[in-house]
């Protein structure tokens, strides 16, 4: 196991460094220069210049970068062009919101997938399975900003039930924490669920097919016990991993959903970053995005060993 | 044109410089700038479309950061809603020659307990004026020095007085604890000795301001607290002052439906931002008076203001908003649609089948809508208008610094519009948006006397020259003077007095 955690561990460091290259480049393809943002609205070109020279945004594009990687290694990852935040305390304002909201939107897929998929599964191409393939298909046209703006309408406008906006950390009260993620996390969760309720029919359907499983039936067990004993485990697998991919979609989708319900997220501080250019706090945010999907995916690889010891093994 | 102002001001109250040019010094004593008696109400809670670059004032580089910091510094004087300059810590003010000299308040203390006085004010104005990093020295440039004689505060200058005061009115004047100019947080945790002090700030979110206790005029203090949010997304930002989350904010003009129907007051605010086509005229077939002029004529504003934007825009050939001191009324009938005579002036400039010409556009659906619109109707007397889009800084890098475009579809101008600066930068040679150098004797000469008239019958009578000179020599294509729409819900009092383009929030009170 440790020695898998370590090549993992190596992996994910190789992923890091060539996002972190790619990020860099593709921000300088950015059209634009911050110096001018910064000099103020009445400098002159020589102040534009001189901002640029104080930033060391004149310098070669290699020199800054590695620059940047030789503090990064060390937990620096600079500081804003704008003000004297450290990027890495702007993230750690902005990652827990994201991180709630992609927790919340995760179980709220996988509350909708699993009773969903597993009824489609039973009786695969029955008028129940046909209805939740329409849902699902349905649920995956449905562009996000849409069906938020639709349900801030309809439940916190017209029925005030949650919030419109906004978000309230953990700290404030569970109430208000819950309430404030309630229509983001439906928003996102559910085109979060149509990939994982996918998967668990198709798998479980599969597995309900299998040899083994008629065994059970002709045993006389009861179909619950079936599934929980028998099915759900082996058709685990597939769903597990389409779970965890979904860990990067969702951080996209978040910077929609962000704007969409105005949360503080790394989605809203990713849009502003980038209209403003200011490369430090992106590159920290796109680092921060690659820690989390990449950690998501060893938390999967680490479930599928232990759903499949054999296999592992 | 003002760089960043065009940027995004667009959803900007804020103002560049002085929106009272002009408007009669209020000399000596009076009461700070307020419209009611202090009724501290509830918090105000303002959902905004930007976000402060930094909340130190003398590095502040956006317009829109006045609306942040003028509620947590004071400055030697203020604007009041009605465009008059008023006292603010400066108790009373008089003129010696090319010196002003200032009395301040007595008692008067920073967040931090120093004492704002004579000596904390000259530090200031050095700072705003030297500081490495510092945008607020070109607003200081009237400056020459700045002593402490006697208690009071000595500043020599050059220009008209009000020239000065509107400066020091500004962020340029936001007065800064000394004690803390070296503090390393000072851009977001600011002190100031304003009414209101800053309890939380979360950069692109929001900032929290209270009330403060040790403030000289509570009568200044009319609300609980202010909490300003950062909410980029136009239907969030309605969406939370109709469900109660905001109590004011800024909106598009097709949601002003929306509000009203919603029972939200919606307060509409004639700005001096103008949408406009830049005409670069070192290039193209730009340099030929009538070209420029068949332009004008080539373009149906009215069209473009009731159908595009919704009536959301004034058809205008002038900087200055009807209304505003500096408008020139004549003008209001100037240049009217007329295809056939556009084509006649391009035949007379020896262009019978027309031109070609590119011309960059910032990057947002309104200005491509825009262009397009533009383009569609420049079609029509044969004119080929070739659109590309761009970001705001590429292309103001590449029309205004570099002078390598032959035109650009943007925005000019500020919330309150300033006719010195645009005569500076739009008019005269070398200025920022004038890349062609377009030179006019009389406009040069003009803008001269009138930058140094103290008299305000004066300064109008040379602004409305000037606009009727450039408006004859075409110096570009402007079609509208926007206006800015806000929504608020029935807590928020007074908020028209925010809506001059001087952005204190102070004026605002909450019941």
Not at chain 1, 155 to 165: N, S
Not at chain 2, 268 to 278: A, C, D, I, K, R
Not at chain 2, 455 to 482: F, M, T, W
């Amino acid at each position: 196991m440790l020695a898998f955690l370590v090549k993992r561990l190596a992996g994910a460091a190789v992923v890091l460094f060539v996002v972190s290259v790619i990020t860099f480049g593709l921000s300088l393809l950015i059209p634009g220069d911050p110096a001018i943002h910064i000099a103020g609205e009445h400098a002159t070109r020589e102040e534009i210049a001189a901002v640029r020279a104080r930033l060391g945004l004149d310098q070669p594009v290699a020199v800054r970068y590695l620059e940047w990687a030789a503090a990064a290694v060390t937990g620096d990852l600079g500081t804003s062009l704008y003000n004297s935040q450290p990027v890495t305390e702007i993230l750690a304002e902005r990652l827990p919101v994201t991180l709630s909201l992609t927790v919340a939107a995760m179980v709220v897929a996988v509350l909708i997938s699993v009773p969903l998929g597993t009824l489609a599964a039973l009786r695969p191409g029955g008028r129940l399975d046909r209805v939740i393939s329409s849902g699902t298909a349905l649920a995956v046209a449905t562009p996000s900003f849409w069906l938020g703006l639709l349900l801030i309408l309809a439940l916190a406008i017209t029925y005030p039930v949650f919030p419109a906006t906004g978000y309230r950390p953990l700290g404030d009260g569970v109430g208000d924490f819950a309430a404030h993620l309630a229509l983001p996390a439906l928003t996102l969760g559910l085109a979060a669920a149509v990939e994982p309720t996918r998967q668990l029919r198709a798998a479980l359907a599969d597995v309900l097919d299998t040899d083994y499983i008629r065994t059970a039936r002709a045993k006389g067990l009861l179909p619950v016990t079936i599934l929980r004993k028998h099915a759900i485990r082996n058709a685990a697998v597939p769903y597990v991993t389409v779970i965890g991919l979904e860990t990067g979609q969702l951080l996209g989708g978040a910077v929609v959903v962000e704007t969409v319900f105005g949360l503080p997220g790394l989605g809203t501080l990713a849009e502003a970053t980038v209209t403003r250019q200011d490369l430090p706090v992106l590159q920290g945010i796109v680092i921060a995005g690659t820690v989390v999907v990449v950690a998501a995916n060893l938390a999967v690889d680490l479930a599928y060993r232990w759903l499949t010891p054999g296999e592992a093994a | 044109m003002s760089r960043l102002t065009g940027r995004v001001a667009a959803a900007s109250l804020a103002v560049l410089t002085a929106c009272a040019l002009g408007a009669g010094c209020a000399r000596g004593g009076g009461e700070p700038a307020r419209s009611a008696s202090g009724d501290a109400g509830g918090v105000l809670r303002f959902a905004y479309t930007a976000f402060p670059s930094t909340l130190d004032p003398h590095k502040a580089s956006t317009a829109w950061d006045e609306l942040y910091v003028f509620p947590i510094y004071d400055r030697l004087v203020t604007v009041r809603p009605d465009g008059q300059i008023a006292a603010m810590v400066a108790e009373s003010w008089s003129r010696e020659g090319k010196k002003m000299i200032f009395a301040l308040r007595s008692g008067v203390r920073f967040h931090d307990g120093t004492a704002l006085d004579a000596e904390a004010v000259r530090a200031n104005l050095e700072r705003a004026m030297t500081a490495q990093g510092s945008t607020a020295k070109p607003l200081l440039k009237m400056i020459t020095d700045v002593e402490v004689e006697d208690g009071r505060l000595v500043v020599g200058f050059t220009g008209a007085e009000e020239v000065l005061l509107n400066a020091l009115a500004h962020r340029g004047g936001a007065l800064i604890s000394p004690k803390a100019f070296d503090k390393p947080d000072l851009d977001r945790a600011p002190v100031g000795s304003g009414p209101y002090r800053v309890t939380a700030y979360r950069r692109d979110d929001r900032v929290v301001y209270e009330p403060f206790t040790g403030y000289y005029d509570k009568a200044a203090q009319r609300m609980k607290g202010l909490e300003m949010s950062f909410v980029n997304e136009d239907d969030t930002r309605l969406n939370g002052v109709r469900s109660g989350q905001y109590d004011a904010t800024l909106i598009r003009p097709e949601q002003v439906d929306t509000a009203r129907d919603a029972g939200l007051k919606v307060n509409e605010f004639l700005t001096g931002l103008v949408y406009q086509v830049n005409i670069n005229t070192a290039r193209s077939e730009f340099g030929d008076q009538r070209v420029r002029q068949a332009l004008n004529y080539a373009v149906d504003r009215r069209t473009i203001a009731e159908k595009l934007l919704l009536n959301s825009c004034r058809p205008t050939v002038q900087p200055a908003p009807a209304g505003h001191w500096a408008h020139e009324p004549s003008l209001d009938g100037a240049y009217p649609y007329d295809p056939a005579k556009a084509k006649q002036l391009l035949a007379e400039a020896g262009l019978p089948n027309g031109f070609s010409f590119t011309a960059l556009a910032w990057n947002n659906t309104a200005f491509v809508q825009l262009g397009e619109a533009i383009q569609d109707q420049f079609k029509q007397v044969g004119i080929d208008m070739k659109l590309r889009p761009m970001s705001a800084d590429q292309s103001i890098d590449l029309y205004q610094n570099r002078g390598e475009a032959d035109a650009l579809v943007s925005q000019i101008g500020a919330a309150a519009p300033n006719p010195g600066l645009i005569t500076q930068q739009d008019y005269l040679k070398g200025g920022l948006n004038n890349p062609g150098d377009l030179t006019v004797e009389r406009i040069e000469e003009l803008a001269e006397e009138t930058a140094s008239a103290s008299d305000r019958a004066a300064q109008q009578s040379g602004y409305r020259e000037i606009a009727k000179l450039a408006a004859e020599h075409a110096y570009n294509v402007p079609i509208c003077n926007r206006k800015l729409y806000f929504a608020t819900n029935d807590k928020v009092r007074d908020f028209d007095q925010l809506l001059t383009g001087y952005d204190d929030i102070r004026v605002v009170g909450m019941s």
